[in-house]
């Protein structure tokens, strides 16, 4: 084991730990995605509420902890300790199983998720294909928990789910496609459904794919944002569990636990997709501008970057204490905000390391650009008004489906004639 | 990369595959018939990559589980299932269908038996690096007509569900 | 235990073969007799694949086919099952015995 560790410290390593056959790192890895998920799924429930509400001119969550700090652990221990119904007339099997296989394909695709050109469980020859059919697959999980509670509601939003992530599936193959024609622009003329490939293969083209035969890359993009919206059942495409028309949709009836798989489910799939738009069209773990402002100097300017993003979190969190009502009722809070952001200062000071900056580089990007992805959902939250059944479907099979057919076949004559 | 545990997986999967084989002809209601076909699919997606064959197995779980199935669930939860619970569940040909599966499954025993000496010993493991990038050669190559007439049946099949499912055209 | 060869895939294969038949011929409900061929549809690719194993990859091409071709089936059946329960308001193959109505 110790020359497992050693192997991969060095290096002279450039294939995945799935690939080299070498489980004990591919099981760190899983552990590590698990817990890295179910922390990014904590932080984006407290940002959700606090971004929307200031969107709104709220506070959002102000009571549990320093500005709702611990919000997401207090609903945490509220779901665990709700009692977990059963309705009466429900499938109990199916009931059973449909939290368990939204989850499952939830957290399966990140098997093949690249955080960098090694950081990864595994690299399919099939990654882009795998990741699409099994998070394709959590249409079924949704469909049955509709079907299983037995009720009105539910039903509905059930049919509209599995409706609307056909339909929208369709869209996003086409844009996913056209991305994989453009991997194929090089001397071999082979393209590539690996994930590591395809970032790779924007790394050798010198260009994110977004910016590959402007405005081509850029309108398969936004076929694709708009298609993986539609695919998580977000705002505004999320009529599944509209709440004002559905109150929850096909959860409904869940509660508890059951319901907290949903979430945790609805998040991680969140992050899923934004992965693979990541990867396909905005280069992966690629820092900006590898090719235009190369050198050691520029080198170093980036490789700062994640000591100063955590420096400024604390900044914040900093001034945010300096504001607190100076009453001895708030010191508790005081003291737990300055607690907070020293924890984020040290890991800011750890961050700047040679060693650990150089180590961190390629997962600092990847992440980044995801979480500007999360950063969208929300605010498509807060701006959109939701659509009309009707609508959506006119919009992913009159709209979208001709765009991305159009993109293909454009991005095909033009990778022939450049 | 080598495969590990080749023959316990194998089994496995057989396993799952044959026995919601089963479960999708028994079961009384048909949401359970559809979720042990799906398990069934997977199953035999995870053979296909036992097989050496990635690209089949993404296709499989990407197109049947993820869209034939999720069509099958749809029209199950349109028409309502309520009465045909109660009805009886297995027509009066299960003498006939039992004895053509007992004759098929003779026929197959019969072949294989005989014919055990047809198929090589040896087996090709074709790279599985290049299996997609392969296929498409073949696909746009060799197979370009039988393409192409997949591409017009699947435009029939469309053209032949709307004329159906729609009350007025 | 024996290194799994092709015999094995073929015997896994007709034991779905085998049971697709017996759905198709046995049960009542529409639903699950083109689920049963579903299965049958299966059971043709996995003995493909499993001799793409010798004789090159055209196996696999040809189950590509056969899933498209079991895509467009489905569409078309249960576009035909959606009109019938509209008109006679049931799922059961007994009850279809008309040309025309």
């Known amino acids: 084991m110790l020359d497992y560790i050693n192997s991969y410290l060095s290096d002279t390593v450039h294939v995945t730990p799935g690939e080299a056959g070498n489980f004990f790192w591919a099981l760190v890895y899983i552990i590590a995605i698990f817990a890295g998920l179910s922390v990014a799924v904590i932080a984006m429930n407290w940002l959700e509420r606090k971004i929307l509400a200031h ?123 056209s991305a994989v024609l453009m991997s194929s622009l090089n001397a071999e003329g082979t393209g590539t459904l690996s994930r590591i490939g395809l970032v790779q293969a924007q790394e050798a083209q010198q260009t994110w794919f977004i ?42 009836e869940y509660s508890g636990f059951r319901w907290s798989l949903f979430f945790l489910a609805e998040y991680s799939a969140m992050i899923a ?55 001895p009722y708030f010191r508790v809070q005081t003291i737990g905000l300055a607690g907070f952001g020293a924890v ?75 | 990369m080598q495969p590990v545990a080749t023959t316990f997986f194998f089994y496995f999967l057989s396993a799952v595959t044959v026995i919601s084989g089963l479960l999708v002809i028994t079961r009384r209601n048909a949401v359970h018939s559809a979720l042990a076909l799906i398990l069934a699919l997977i199953g035999q997606a995870g053979l296909y990559l036992m097989l050496y064959a990635p690209f089949v197995a993404g296709v499989q779980i990407i197109l049947y589980a993820g869209g034939i199935m999720v069509l099958f669930l749809f029209v199950i939860m349109l028409v309502s299932i309520e009465q045909s619970l109660k009805e009886e569940q297995f027509s009066k040909l299960w003498v006939v269908g039992l004895v053509s599966a007992l004759a098929l499954g003779g026929l197959f025993v019969a072949v294989y038996l005989k014919g055990k000496g047809i198929f090589p010993e040896r087996v090709m493991i074709p790279p599985e690096t290049s299996n997609t990038q392969e296929i498409a050669n073949y696909l746009y190559g060799n197979y370009m007509f039988a393409f192409e007439i997949a591409s017009l049946l699947l435009l029939v099949a469309i053209i032949g569900a709307v004329v159906m499912a729609k009350k007025r055209i | 235990m024996a290194p799994i060869g092709t015999l094995h895939y073929l015997v896994i294969a007709a034991a779905l073969f085998v049971l697709g038949v017996i759905g198709v ?15 049958i549809l299966n059971a ?38 959606i009109a019938f329960f509209r008109n006679k308001e049931t799922v059961n193959v007994d009850e279809i015995d008309l040309l025309k109505w």
């Open chain 1, 273 to 327: 997709v934004s992965s693979i738009a990541v990867t396909l069209w905005l280069g992966g773990w690629l820092r900006p501008f590898p090719h235009a402002l190369t050198g050691e100097t520029w080198d170093l300017v980036f490789s700062l970057f994640p000591g100063i993003t955590f420096m400024f979190l604390a900044a914040i969190t900093f001034y945010s204490v300096a504001r607190m009502p100076k009453h």
């Open chain 3, 25 to 39: 011929l046995t049960r009542r409900n529409v639903v699950i007799i083109l689920m049963s061929i579903e299965l």
């Open chain 1, 211 to 252: 910016f590959k035969f402007f405005p081509l890359g850029l309108i398969a993009f936004f076929v694709f944002a708009v298609a993986m919206v539609a695919e998580t059942n977000r705002a505004p495409f999320d009529l599944p569990e509209a709440e004002s028309e559905l109150t929850a949709g096909f959860h409904t």
């Open chain 1, 55 to 177: 969107m709104q001119i709220r506070l959002g969550p102000m009571r549990v902890g320093p500005h709702g700090l611990l919000q997401p652990v207090a609903d945490a221990i509220k779901l665990l300790l709700k009692e977990d119904i059963l309705p009466s007339e429900a499938d109990p099997l199916v009931f059973w199983l449909a939290p368990l296989i939204v989850v499952w394909t939830a957290f399966t695709v990140f098997i093949v998720v690249p955080f960098g050109p090694t950081h990864a469980v595994t690299d399919m020859n099939i990654g882009v294909l795998f990741m699409l059919g099994v998070s394709s697959l959590s249409v079924l999980g949704v469909v049955t928990a509709g079907w299983a509670s037995n009720s009105h509601y539910p039903l509905i939003g059930a049919l509209r789910s599995s409706a609307q992530m056909v339909s929208y599936e369709i869209a996003m193959g086409l844009a996913v496609v």
């Open chain 1, 344 to 418: 984020l200062a040290l890991i800011g000071l750890a961050l700047f390391a040679p060693p650990v900056r150089d180590r961190i580089q390629d997962v600092y990007w990847f992440v980044v650009k995801v979480a500007g992805f999360m950063y969208l959902y929300i605010w498509y939250r807060g701006t959109f008004p939701r659509y009309r059944f009707d609508q959506l479907m006119k919009v992913g099979w009159k709209v979208l489906l001709p765009i991305g057919l159009g993109v293909l076949i454009l991005t095909a004559v033009s990778g022939i004639v450049f």
């Open chain 3, 44 to 81: 043709v690719n996995l003995n493909l694949v499993a001799f793409s194993r010798i004789w090159g990859l055209h196996g696999q091409v040809f189950s590509i086919f056969i899933i498209t071709d079991a895509a467009a089936e489905a569409a078309v059946g249960l576009g035909i099952l």
